[in-house]
Nanobody, 127 residues
Framework: VQLQASGGGLVQAGGSLRLSCTVS????????IAWFRQAPGKEREFLAA????????????YHADSVKGRLFISANIPRNAVYLQMNSLKFEDTAVYYC?????????????????WGQGTKVTVSS
């Protein structure tokens, strides 16, 4: 599985941004696609995940409590894309954002539980 994250950039506090993750090379029947972020000097943090079924639908969206209500994960199956809509951005949202994937049906939140990673896209929120 290959993942390509994009959409990062510089945004003012209070603004919005949508990150995209293009997924290719899938061979398993189901995948869980997740978003993580890593701020300077901090550990990589789980944000949200969605289950992607091989029969053409996505469900079981799950968001970490810390971002619930501000960040939203969604998928566009025909476009092989998973999105992270980020609203009401704060300075502390500044980080490199990664999409990750694992084969299977169950959403998990551990960094080490994901086998495939994109290259990351940087988000900078100015205060």
């Amino acid at each position: 599985v290959q993942l390509q994250a994009s959409g990062g950039g510089l945004v003012q506090a209070g603004g919005s941004l949508r990150l995209s993750c293009t997924v290719s090379g899938r061979t398993a029947s189901s995948y869980v696609i997740a978003w993580f972020r890593q701020a300077p000097g901090k550990e990589r943090e789980f944000l949200a995940a969605i289950r992607w079924s091989g029969v053409g639908y996505a469900d079981s969206a799950y968001h970490a409590d810390s971002v619930k209500g501000r960040l939203f994960i969604s998928a566009n199956i025909p476009r092989n894309a998973v999105y992270l809509q980020m609203n009401s951005l704060k300075f502390e949202d500044t980080a490199v954002y990664y999409c990750a994937a694992k084969a299977g049906r169950f959403v998990v939140v551990g960094v080490n539980e994901y086998d495939y990673w994109g290259q990351g896209t940087k988000v900078t929120v100015s205060s």
